[in-house]
């Protein structure tokens, strides 16, 4: 896809409302008046539509424009898709303009679309382009820009009634993102702005978010900068830009007929014939390309020695048309900028007003607010005065019921501090039986501490057993490293015995050479048979200790048990009493002498009723007198008696329903204050959570911070091919060279064992059980230097294996060491 087809192809998404793709007939319509197709727009909805009744794809309406455009007779002044095609400065659909939001005739305001920026191929926009006509045939070069005034008018009616619906949503702290504070702009018909300056005003902030008055201000700051700068020397660079042939001027292009006409009127002769030897035949073409062949031609017909006059000024009249043409398109497009940037300035100014409004809007609601909670603050204080007042008559009132309640009580205390007392002497008795049972704990403690001193004894004869086990098990090994050392001197002997042997042997090889005479004197001698005759089994003693442990153990006591159970059961009701012991209650007091009265009483009573009656048994005359006499005195006094008691026992329970009443309001109280506890800890624990969500935040934005600007990781490791190839080869090295020694240990291990067969074989030929020895000193030397060449060879084989292992050893040693070299180089850093 071209840059002429992806500028149609942004115009058909810009009407492409649901995004299928696709459009319907009067959608191709409003397509075909935004490219100002005209007549010409008729005939492709026609040629469209004549065969199917859905939809158009955007393939399908490139070919039928196509068609249209190469088809048929040119119209007055014909009018190509890339001609009122805006360009756009992104290649992706997130710049693509949305459907209008308002439709008055032939124009649509509230597109959600980017303005275009200043630049050297920039044209109008399809809204702009859409209320521009050509007006007749002298004028048709010259644009009429009728968007200022009835765009804002449009604007100006519209934009109180959405401003009234989206200030609910606004709030001068509310934070937006990008895409946020796009569709802001948008919703507020801010159509001037577009991503481009957004997200130039995000950029230059640290975070992602930023509160909508931020947003306002910054905006504002950065269109009145770019303003001024436009005014400044904006214009002037943007009109040299339009006349430079820069590479995007390259893309702009002129019909054919246009050029043709300015011919035609600049008086060139047969301009069409003159268009087709220049070698443009297309229905548009290029400025600079016509440009460029004209110089060519002139340069040709200059360079001619007999050129004529008339050629060369008919390519000057040619070129002269030509550069009026691009000064007329030039100034157009510099006519639409001025007209962008008035629109851009009210704009301006309108979202400046706005945000006044909302600004003020904003502050009366503060304002309100701030009202509406001092008066809630005031009334809340007030109701919390009233409270507090009501709470101290309350405590007054509380209080003194807790002084009537503290009487009666200490009344009650004072009744049962003769209780007390009774209880003091049963403590105190229980106190010497507590004592007792101390005394006989400390001895049974005293007899534990000696039964532990004991097991520390008999731990210790353990371990003294232990060591001694040990020290024969060191006496054991002693011996047999002993009897071990025993061994190899024997072997020893056994080696210079066979070395003897083989001095034998070698003396009976040489025999047969000597003569007979001279075998007749050998001496007898020990065999080494006899010589060596050790048994390798040796008989270790071996002592064992067993140790008895015995446990010792404690009596108990089951006097102690019972007089501990008693003790609690004492110190229980001793708990259960409620009465304080120095308590002075003057009503306790009071009944205390009335009981004690009445016992006196009842004493005294007592002791008249038996002298009565010894008197009775004296004298029977005035038995039956004093008899009635005193029957009715006792009836009396125990008259009295019970309605004292029955006055005491209603005192008594009126205590005891106070004392209930009493605990009652105590509850409630506790209650209540554990409610406002409870409510106290949860605010508490609200405001934590808050602080700790606020703290979670803070963290994850230091995070961020620190990822952000945190080190680069670290780079990958440079597995380079040469140290692996290294590597190889020292490890097939290493590999032949330990073959290579092991092949040397094979043959050197198979050299011992015939040597050793060799020996073996002598040591069964030997056919006397007593050889002796050669008589002869050549005899005895060569014996003695056959058996020392067998032993040098055998001690030079036994150096040769080691030197081998050791070898073995050191190059392991350095394969190890050129892995870890080989380690170190790929994971050091690369230098930059």
Not at 281 to 297: F, G, H, I, M, Y
Not at 374 to 394: G, Y
Not at 639 to 655: C, D, F, P
């Given at each position: 896809m071209n840059h002429y087809e992806k500028q149609l192809y942004t115009v058909f998404k810009t009407f492409d409302v649901d995004n299928e793709e696709a459009l319907d007939k009067s959608s191709v319509q409003e397509l075909c008046d935004a490219?100002?197709?005209?007549d010409r727009g008729a005939a492709l909805v026609d040629s469209l539509f004549e065969r199917r009744s859905g939809r158009v794809t955007f393939t399908q309406f490139r070919n039928g424009l196509l068609s249209v455009l190469g088809g048929s007779d040119p119209a007055p002044l014909p009018t190509t898709a890339p001609a009122a095609t805006p360009t756009h400065s992104d290649e992706d659909s997130s710049g693509r303009e949305a459907a209008p939001k308002f439709v008055f005739g032939s124009k649509k305001y509230g597109r959600k679309s980017r303005p275009q920026h200043v630049a050297s191929d920039e044209v109008p926009r399809p809204r702009v382009a859409s209320d521009s006509r050509l007006d007749g045939e002298r004028s048709r070069q010259r644009i009429k820009c009728k968007r200022s005034a009835s765009v804002m008018e449009s604007r100006d009616s519209t934009a109180f009634e959405y401003a009234e619906d989206v200030a609910g949503d606004l709030n001068h702290d509310k934070r937006v993102d990008r895409e946020r504070a796009l569709s802001l702009c948008r919703s507020l018909q801010m159509t001037g702005i577009d991503r481009q300056l957004v997200d130039g005003i995000f950029e230059s902030m640290p975070t992602n978010e930023i509160t909508v008055g931020d947003?306002?201000?910054?905006?504002?700051?950065?269109?009145?900068?770019?303003?001024?700068?436009?005014?400044?020397g904006g214009m002037k660079q943007s009109h040299d830009g339009l006349l430079s042939p820069t590479e995007n001027e390259l893309d702009n292009t002129v019909p054919s007929d246009a050029v043709v006409e300015v011919w035609e009127r600049a008086g060139v002769q047969r301009p069409r014939r003159l268009l087709m030897e220049l070698?443009?035949?297309?229905?548009?073409?290029?400025?600079?390309?016509?440009?460029?062949?004209?110089?060519?031609?002139?340069?040709?017909i200059l360079a001619t020695p007999d050129g004529q006059a008339d050629p060369c000024n008919l390519l000057f009249q040619a070129s002269l048309a030509l550069v009026r043409l691009r000064l007329e398109l030039s100034q157009q497009r510099i006519s639409i900028a001025i007209a962008e940037r008035d629109k851009l300035r009210s704009d301006l100014s309108e979202a400046n007003r706005r945000a006044c409004l909302l600004a003020q809007d904003v502050d009366e609601n503060h304002a309100r607010i701030e009202a509406e909670l001092?008066?809630?603050?005031?009334?809340?204080?007030?109701?919390?005065?009233?409270?507090?007042?009501?709470?101290?008559?309350?405590?007054?009132?509380?209080?003194e019921r807790a002084a009537a309640v503290r009487a009666r009580l200490e009344e009650e205390v004072s009744r049962r501090t003769d209780i007390e007392a009774r209880l003091r002497a049963d403590v105190m008795t229980l106190q010497e039986r507590v004592k007792d049972l101390e005394a006989r704990a400390t001895s049974a403690e005293e007899r534990a501490l000696q039964a532990e001193r004991e097991r520390a004894r008999l731990a210790a004869e353990n371990k003294e057993a232990e060591e001694s086990g040990a020290g024969a098990a060191e006496a054991s090994r002693l011996a047999t490293s002993h009897l071990e050392a025993l061994v190899d001197e024997l072997r020893l002997e056994n080696k210079s015995l066979r070395d003897r042997n083989d001095e034998l042997c070698a003396a009976l090889e040489a025999a047969p050479l000597r003569p007979s005479?001279?075998?007749?004197?050998?001496?007898?001698?020990?065999?080494?048979?006899?010589?060596?005759?050790?048994?390798?089994?040796?008989?270790?003693?071996?002592?064992y200790e067993e140790c008895d442990s015995s446990s010792l153990s404690m009596d108990q006591n089951a006097q102690r048990d019972e007089a501990i159970k008693r003790l609690q059961s004492v110190c229980e009701r001793v708990r259960e009493l409620s009465l304080s012991m120095n308590g002075k209650c003057e009503s306790c007091s009071t009944v205390i002498r009335i009981i004690a009265t009445i016992q006196a009483s009842v004493l005294e009573m007592g002791e008249g009723l038996l002298q009565s009656v010894e008197a009775a048994t004296q004298t029977e005359a005035g038995c039956c007198a004093d008899a009635a006499e005193l029957a009715e005195t006792l009836e009396t006094t125990k008259?009295?008696?019970?309605?004292?008691?029955?006055?005491?026992?209603?005192?008594?329970?009126?205590?005891e329903s106070t004392y209930e009443q009493l605990k009652l309001d105590y509850d409630k109280c506790e209650e209540y204050w554990l409610a406002k506890l409870d409510e106290e800890r949860e605010i508490?624990?609200?405001?934590?959570?808050?602080?700790?969500?606020?703290?979670?935040?803070?963290?994850?934005?230091?995070?961020?911070?620190?990822?952000?600007?945190?080190?680069a990781a670290l780079p990958t490791i440079d597995e380079r091919a040469s140290l692996e190839l290294q590597v190889t080869e020292l490890e097939e090295e290493f590999a032949k060279f330990r073959r290579d020694k092991e092949a040397e240990l094979a043959a050197r291990a198979d050299e011992l064992a015939r040597l050793r067969r060799r020996l073996d074989d002598a040591e069964r030929r030997i056919p006397l059980p007593n050889p002796t020895p050669c008589a002869c000193a050549c005899g005895g030397a060569c014996s003695g230097a056959g058996g020392g060449a067998l032993r040098a060879r055998a001690a030079r084989a036994e150096r040769a294996a080691q030197r081998l292992a050791a070898r073995l050893a050191h190059a392991d040693l350095l394969v190890k060491d050129l892995y870890l070299e080989n380690c170190r180089l790929a994971h050091r850093p690369r230098l930059p």
């Open positions: 490219l100002q197709l005209e947003f306002f201000d910054r905006l504002n700051t950065s269109l009145t900068t770019s303003i001024a700068t436009s005014l400044g070698g443009f035949s297309t229905a548009s073409v290029r400025p600079p390309d016509l440009e460029r062949a004209l110089d060519d031609e002139l340069q040709a001092k008066a809630s603050l005031r009334q809340v204080e007030i109701r919390h005065s009233e409270a507090t007042r009501a709470a101290a008559v309350e405590v007054a009132s509380e209080r005479g001279m075998r007749g004197g050998v001496n007898d001698g020990t065999s080494w048979r006899d010589e060596s005759a050790l048994d390798a089994s040796l008989p270790l003693d071996d002592h008259r009295t008696h019970m309605e004292e008691k029955s006055q005491l026992m209603g005192v008594i329970s009126e205590l508490f624990n609200e405001e934590q959570r808050a602080g700790d969500e606020r703290l979670a935040e803070l963290v994850n934005k230091i995070g961020e911070y620190e990822r952000q600007f945190a080190q």
